[in-house]
Nanobody, 124 residues
Framework: QVQLVESGGGLVQAGGSLRLSCAAS????????MGWFRQAPGKERDFVAA????????YYADSVKGRFTISRDNAKNTVYLQMASLKPEDTAVYYC?????????????????WGQGTQVTVSS
């Protein structure tokens, strides 16, 4: 079992930056592949970024490539999502998720554990 808590969301102007954090407790360290997803009102939960257990493999959605950076610090049991050049269409609730398999999933239903989400609002 692992518990995930996101933080760092907020209101930012277009072009600004935010860094989200996802703190994991329980059975953690390098046990899990980690992903970030986002869900805007009335829309499905979409993949944003994912990172493998020790950070050797990283994946991004095309919509955030070049603007967002995922990283992890296994000593701190924390995964980060650095977001830059934010756009109004990045507005959503951002969720982190954990999964312990061999592959790094990029779809929500392949993740086993989820945080409660943190709201990111980008004003134009």
């Amino acid at each position: 079992q692992v518990q995930l808590v996101e933080s760092g969301g907020g209101l930012v102007q277009a072009g600004g930056s935010l860094r989200l954090s996802c703190a994991a407790s329980g059975r953690t360290g390098s046990t899990y592949n980690m992903g970030w997803f986002r869900q805007a009102p009335g829309k499905e939960r979409d993949f944003v970024a994912a990172i493998s257990k020790i950070g050797g493999f990283i994946y991004y959605a095309d919509s955030v490539k070049g603007r967002f950076t995922i990283s992890r610090d296994n000593a701190k049991n924390t995964v980060y999502l650095q977001m830059a050049s934010l756009k109004p269409e990045d507005t959503a609730v951002y969720y982190c998720a954990a999964e312990s398999g061999l592959r790094v999933p990029r779809v929500p239903n392949e993740y086993d554990y989820w945080g409660q989400g943190t709201q990111v609002t980008v004003s134009s």
